[in-house]
């Protein structure tokens, strides 16, 4: 069986979080093709539960929306963190909340076609109140909602999001109708 072969890679744009490649792909057929790559350093993000049920999310402005989107806390994970560590730490930086009982939900790659960007998705319980620490740049409000709230929005396209109705469904799957 013939299989595809990346033959060549040339960097095009070196960002603080990503970069853009170009890569040379070879074909079965012996031809060869342009095929964009976009490298991105690791993610992780939380659902945080409350007490009564409630997730809460962050609404924040998002640059190539051009508009404020509903999401779960999440960023990305710095040099040698666990991703554990950097969805507690993004728990606390986003909404003001902290958790010693995390656990591993789902992972997630956000556009498999061009990206190589995998979040690992934890859920937060036995919440206890602290303070945001947002990054410079960061103007984020913290809302709460009822799964059934955020079905709605997920299923009318308020929520958009792939991280977060990933995150979302398989909440409600795993913890809300026991499915594992």
Known sequence: MNHIKRVGRELKYKGSILNIYADSIK???GNIEQ?????????AAVVPVLPDGRIILVRQFRNSLDRYT????????EPNESTMTAAKRELEEETGYKSSTVESLINIVTAIAYCNEIVDIYVAKDLVKSEQHLDAGEDIDV??????ELQHMIYTGVIMDSK???????????YVHKMK
């Open 143 to 148: 809302e709460a909602y009822t799964v059934e």
């Open 35 to 43: 095929w964009d790559h976009i490298d991105h350093k690791s993610a």
């Open 164 to 174: 977060t109705i990933s995150a979302v469904l398989a909440y409600i799957c795993k």
């Open 70 to 77: 509903l999401e779960i806390p999440a960023g990305g994970v």
């Open 27 to 29: 074909l079965p057929n």
